[in-house]
């Protein structure tokens, strides 16, 4: 019998016993040596030490869609397609999510290990997600499960492998603004891998929403993680392998005033080179902007023919909170971007800017505590730790977020 899959160039080895990864959204380091600093997260600090913690680079831009992608695919964005939450479609010239399956250029590890004859069990907090995650997974009657806790009123056996999930979980239906969307995930994966038929594979993908209003250290992030960590002990008593990672960081981008610090690009754009001329795509777009109004630090900017795009480049570079400014080829090389779903120039402000269209175009008014956000390189450090040593891991290996899989599957189960 095969016990391994061979995923976008990659080879995995089934899963020996139940094996969990985790996506926790927004998780900068920072946040879990400040609440293991408290004493109140036990799972973490044991695991910190007993098991296996680094520090590892996300995908740029570092948003929700692309790096998700990249963690189930174990392939950069040049792989699997999904460039950012929103883009440019080529074939219609309408900006649009990037939320349909159509737009996945490459099979999951999912539908790997499925096809090998694996049970597959996906849980992510917000919608947007789902469809992208369960591409090529069929649910109906074949033990596969996928959902999402912002729908979960709403699932079916036939669409999503499972029914009745507020009655599994015993918790109402979460609000989209608020850590109990988080929290039902973490609580129906227990409740999963505490069945009888539980399943061999399990994704868990949380949401933001804490990550964007709290900073590393404060008491209610802080309540976050310790919650957190009171469920992944929960799944540890279940005799899993655990992997626990993030789509990205997240940093102020605000004022001492506590106002957003925006470059409006479309504004800036606009008064060097004429109106309409340029046209300023911005894939942090997604349906819940209320906690960061659209703005992070990742911008493309497409520019109309006879555009002097050197003169642009070179004035987008000199501007204070513009970190790093190239053409699509560069930087598409750069950060293993896919050219055709990017505009001329890549624009990425520092760490303490966010990039805006124009300033009209931003309600902010939804902003509730200052703006905390991410998509730039300053965001590109992130956690990631196993609950079991690594057998045979290489020293000097350098690891990626979209590793997850690759540690906790050929290297975890092995210790």
């Known amino acids: 019998m095969n016990q391994a899959v061979t995923v976008n160039g ?58 998700n992608l990249s963690i189930v695919t174990g392939a950069p964005p040049a792989v699997h397609g999904i460039s950012g939450n929103f883009f440019l479609d080529p074939d219609t010239g309408e900006a649009v999510m990037m939320n349909e399956p159509r737009f996945l250029r490459a099979p999951t590890i999912f539908k790997a290990l499925a096809d090998g004859g694996q049970k597959i069990a996906i849980i992510t907090a917000k919608d947007k997600l789902r469809r992208l995650l369960g591409d090529g ?40 603004y608020s850590a109990d969307l988080s929290e039902f995930v973490f609580a ?40 957190m960590d009171g469920y992944l ?32 690009l479309q504004d800036h754009l606009d008064g060097l080179i004429g ?20 703005l992070g630090s990742f911008a493309t900017v497409y520019l109309d023919d006879g555009v002097d795009a050197d003169g642009v480049l070179a004035n987008l570079i000199a501007i204070d909170g513009i970190e790093y400014a190239d053409t699509r080829d560069n930087a598409c090389a750069r950060f293993q971007l896919p050219p055709e779903r990017l505009g001329d120039i890549i624009v990425v402000s520092d760490r ?7 300033a009209a175009d931003h309600d902010l008014s939804g902003l509730d505590a200052p703006l905390r956000s991410h998509g730039g390189i300053s965001e590109q450090r992130v956690p990631m730790i196993l609950n079991r040593p690594l057998a045979d891991l290489p020293a000097d290996r350098g690891l990626r977020n979209f590793d997850a899989f690759d540690l906790a599957l050929n290297f975890a189960q092995h210790a």
């Open 188 to 227: 129906a994966g227990v409740k999963l891998m505490q069945r009888d038929d539980r399943p061999d594979l399990m994704y868990l993908s949380t949401t933001d929403y804490i990550q964007h209003k709290y900073g590393p250290g404060s008491p209610v992030a802080n309540a976050f993680y310790i919650m």
């Open 137 to 176: 997974l069929s649910f109906d009657g074949t033990g596969h499960i996928c959902f999402s806790s912002e729908k979960a009123d709403t699932v079916t056996a036939q669409e999503n492998g499972i029914g009745e999930v507020l009655d599994l979980v015993g918790k109402p239906l979460p609000s989209v």
């Open 275 to 294: 109106a309409e001329r340029a046209r300023v795509i911005l894939p942090i777009t997604d349906p819940y902007v209320v906690h960061h109004g659209a």
């Open 233 to 264: 002990a929960e799944l540890e008593a279940a005799g899993v392998v655990i992997a626990v990672t993030a789509d990205h960081g997240m940093n102020d981008k605000h004022d001492e005033a506590g106002d957003p610090v925006v470059i409006y």
């Open 10 to 67: 990659r080879t995995y080895a089934k899963a020996k016993r139940p094996v969990v990864v985790v996506c926790v959204d927004g998780c900068e380091p920072d946040y879990l040596d400040a609440v293991i600093a408290t004493g109140k997260t036990p799972w973490l600090a044991r695991t910190a030490t007993e098991g296996a913690r680094f520090t590892v680079d996300c995908v740029i831009p570092s948003f929700t869609n692309p790096n």
């Open 352 to 358: 303490s800017f966010t990039l805006g269209t124009a």
